[in-house]
């Protein structure tokens, strides 16, 4: 169960790593940033870091992301909005060395 376990934590940091470059692709390509897709990338990697922090089993993944999702969809209503500052900053990790272009925030 240990192996599975490991192997479901590894699929997701590198679910994590490739969305991350889907933000710096899109952001390179459109000359545009999407707030939405920060905030879930941003949630995704607070759940891989809770995981070993927390001493949680990886299983709980399997309910963190989909909820990192929902939450990011959530982001255009008011409570959740306050989400954009810190995933903004968590993006712009992903933008450095691009050209700034105009910035179509939703």
Same mark, same amino acid.
């Given at each position: ?12 940091? =590198? ?13 390179? #390509?459109?000359?545009? #940033? ?39 969809? =959530? ?7 306050? =989400? ?23």
């Amino acid at each position: 169960m240990h192996i599975i376990a490991s192997i479901l934590y590894m699929i997701c940091v =590198l679910f994590a790593i490739s969305w991350g470059v889907l933000l710096r692709r899109k952001a390179k #390509t459109e000359q545009a #940033t999407e707030r939405i897709f920060e905030v879930f990338g941003l949630l995704m990697v607070v759940s891989l870091i809770l995981i070993p922090a927390l001493s949680l089993s990886p299983f709980h993944l399997l309910w963190m992301f989909p909820i990192s999702f929902l939450l990011g969809l =959530l982001s255009l209503i008011f409570p959740f909005r306050l =989400l954009w500052p810190i995933a903004s900053f968590y993006g712009s990790l992903w933008y450095i060395g691009l050209k700034p272009g105009k910035d179509s925030r939703t």
